[in-house]
């Protein structure tokens, strides 16, 4: 999986921009009609271009959907065709009016920030200096008749497009999180099954490119069920936890280790033959010895000899050898037919030809200490917080400089003179308190101080220069914008459009306090604020579900398709409060396998994980209306499912039982909330203990049976 660092590709993005432009243009003529002093014949000239402008967006709009465009969508070349005609248009439309002093003009701020949004950084740095020149030129043949719209326009749109870029980092950052989230297991701290097959798969492209050696060590822990069983899950988890930590010190640099699932360990060895490859599966056995025994197989693969061996193949032979070892038979070089085909593409001369590099290696995993932080439901990082506030801070006091440059002589010029360098280091030293790269916890006195206090010294900044200047249809107001649209990007949509209504209500203030023929600009201003907060909630949510669905990768047991550690978490935490709206209790269902360990020792892994497979398939038909089931170790399953009372919880756990007898025995204990504890560790602990009496009583009763 690419890292989802753009949203090109996604259709409603681009459709929505368009979208919005055409409002924009159409709400740009009805303004264009209330201008006062302007001759009929004028206003209905720069009203029809403005529907021209309208009809063009609402074109790109069709194409965009239209089978032809099939080709195109989603990606940088229809993405440069809307903004080269959208941009050729509205530079029509100024040089035939006010030049940058057009209101409407404003609107391609729209345009510079979708461009920092979407194209990448090669092509969009290109076009904003095309909108620069663009803008340059416009002053150029057609002078605006107030300077500071000028100033305004040409700062406003790099701020616009810095909007666009910083917003599409954050989302990459936030994405590529996920992307790791989704290939490391949080328990052990070494890459989960699906990040360490992904390395696994690279290093063996890399060993066909390189002609050296390249080998597998598969283990799994001696005795851990019982481990579990005698001394409840914590300690189970305990014990795979610190193996996880003694990996990171043995293992060489350059190789790979991850959890398979439930005790079953893999490390994956490049450069490395048999016999070296025995020489570390000691030194392995050795470290975690001081806890616990742990069995293991190998397997080597060498380009050399030309055996074939894929990934598969090469995880069989080490189960293979895995599951002699356990039996005490001969462990070197067990013979399998390796017939299954190869994961990895293939040359003409047999070798594998080179893959994607993986998402996370686990040597950067143990270099970075760790698994990073959950995104949050923002990706309102500090470095994104400081970033902003020195954007705002640094172009505002160019605007603010300029404005004063002209010598007015109002109230408001004399308020600016003086509020200008305290509002400037005001926001870099707002920026300075973000020094965090996490985002703080909504609701915290710092999470509201960054949230509302930029807001206020944007709206009297703005509307500070505005009143000094000629009110609301100065182009400054594109500041606001500006504010309403980088909010939408990087915040939750509750806390967005909390943005727009304050923005709003600031340009409702200047427009109040202004001069009243100044009003004729409303509705196309109107029409912009509504624009900036539609498309960058668009893309908000893309970015957002994007990385849902990539962190859904790393919630799920690949399996058994069923939710693992990580996943019941999240769902758990939600879990009491749907019992409660629906009026019922919230009982937790905690069962293991009975001898899977002996399945696994006598038939192979593999036959382990189709019997897992199975075990989840049938708990899922036995309990449809459960909030969450999921896997949360080798062969034990957690349900989280609504009752009415203990004794429905009792009477679940017989359904279970006789729904996965067919196929297992099982050993099962349930905990009610909150009679048996207020939070879910503590309810399962109730939950294990109960299933160990369970089974306790049941080897009990087995010799009298």
């Known amino acids: 999986m690419a890292e989802p660092t753009s949203i090109l590709g996604r259709r409603n993005v681009p459709l929505v921009a368009c979208a919005s432009i055409a409002g924009v243009a159409a709400f740009g003529a009805l303004s264009a009609l209330l201008q006062p002093g302007q001759p009929s014949g004028e206003a209905s000239r720069v009203a029809g271009l403005c529907v021209a402008i309208s009809v063009i967006a609402c074109g790109l709009v069709l194409w ?119 290939r490391t297991d949080a328990l052990t701290v070494t890459l989960s099954r699906r990040g360490f097959f992904e390395e696994f798969e690279a290093g063996l492209a890399d060993a066909d490119a390189s002609g050296e050696p390249y080998s597998l060590l598969v283990f ?13 899950l914590h300690e189970g988890d305990a014990l795979l936890a610190w193996v996880g930590s003694t990996l990171a010190s043995v293992v060489p640099p350059e190789a790979s280790a991850g959890r398979l699932g439930g005790d079953e360990f893999a490390i ?43 990934a598969d193949d090469l995880v069989r032979i080490a189960d293979a050898e895995l599951s002699a070892v356990k039996r005490g038979l001969d462990v070197h070089h067990p013979v399998l037919d390796t017939t299954s085909r190869r994961t990895a593409a293939t040359t003409r001369d047999g070798r594998r030809s080179a893959l994607p590099p993986p998402i996370v290696r686990y040597a950067d995993l143990v270099a970075t200490g760790g698994i990073p932080v959950e995104p949050s439901a923002g990706v309102q990082f500090g470095w994104l917080v400081r970033a902003s506030c020195l954007v705002a801070g640094i172009f505002g006091g160019v605007i603010g400089a300029v404005q004063l440059a002209q010598g007015g002589d109002t109230i408001y010029d004399q308020v600016l003179q003086f509020t200008l360098v305290p509002w400037v280091f005001a926001l870099v030293g707002l920026g300075l308190l973000a020094s965090s790269d996490r985002q703080d916890a909504p609701g915290t006195p710092r999470s509201l101080l960054v949230y509302w206090l930029p807001n206020a010294l944007l709206g009297t900044g703005v ?37 727009l209504l304050v923005m709003v209500a600031w340009w409702a203030g200047i427009a109040a306090l202004g001069p009243a023929d100044a009003l004729w600009a409303a509705p196309v201003q109107l029409s912009i604020f509504l624009a900036s907060f539609a498309v960058a909630t668009t893309a908000n949510h893309a970015y957002a579900e994007a990385t849902r669905q990539t962190l859904a990768f790393g919630r799920t047991d690949p399996l058994t398709g069923l939710l693992n550690r990580t996943g019941l978490e999240a769902a758990m935490r939600d879990a009491p409060r749907r019992a409660q709206e629906a009026d019922r209790l919230l009982a937790i269902l905690l069962f293991d396998l009975d001898d899977l360990g002996a399945v696994n020792d ?38 989280a499912v609504p009752v009415t009372s203990a004794a429905a919880a009792r009477a679940l756990e017989d359904v279970v039982s006789a729904a996965l007898h067919p196929i297992i025995g099982i050993s099962i204990g349930s905990a009610v909330m909150p009679a048996d504890g207020h939070d879910i560790a503590t309810l399962m602990g109730v939950a294990d203990r109960r299933s160990y009496e369970r089974k306790a009583a049941a080897s009990a009763e087995s010799p009298s049976a």
Not at 126 to 151: F, K, N
Not at 465 to 470: K, M, N, S, Y
Request: glycine share 12%; aromatic share 6%; hydrophobic share 50%.
């Open 602 to 639: 006598t038939h192979g892994h593999a036959a382990g994980d189709a019997l897992l497979t199975a075990v989840a398939g049938a708990t899922i038909l036995a309990l449809p209306t459960a909030y969450a089931i999921g896997r949360i170790g080798g062969d034990e399953f957690l349900v």
């Open 220 to 232: 799994d822990l001696d005795d851990f069920k019982a481990v579990n069983d005698q001394h409840g």
């Open 268 to 310: 994956a060895l490049p450069g490395t033959d048999q016999p070296a490859a025995d020489v570390i599966a000691v030194r392995v056995a050795s470290a975690v010895a001081e806890r616990t025994g742990i069995s293991i197989g190998c397997a080597t693969y060498d380009p050399a000899q030309a055996t074939g061996h894929d």
């Open 64 to 182: 965009i959907d239209h089978p032809l465009a099939v080709r195109f969508r989603g990606r940088l070349r229809s993405s440069l065709v809307a903004i080269v005609l959208l941009t050729a248009a509205v530079t029509g439309f100024a040089l035939s009016e006010r030049g940058l002093s057009t209101v409407s003009f404003t609107g391609v701020i729209l345009i510079a920030t979708y461009a920092g949004l979407v194209v990448p950084g090669r092509w969009s740095r290109p076009l904003l200096a095309t909108l620069l020149a663009i803008e340059a030129s416009i002053q150029l043949i057609t002078p605006a008749p107030r300077t500071l719209d000028a100033v305004a326009i040409l700062t406003v749109t790099i701020a616009g497009w810095l909007v666009g870029v910083l917003g599409n980092r954050a989302h990459g950052r936030a994405a590529h999180v996920a992307l790791v989230l989704s």
């Open 463 to 499: 509307g500070g220069v505005l009143l000094a200047g000629h009110g609301i249809d100065g182009a400054v107001v594109s500041g606001l914008y500006v504010k309403v649209m980088f909010d939408a990007f990087v915040l939750p949509r509750g806390r967005a459009f909390g943005t």
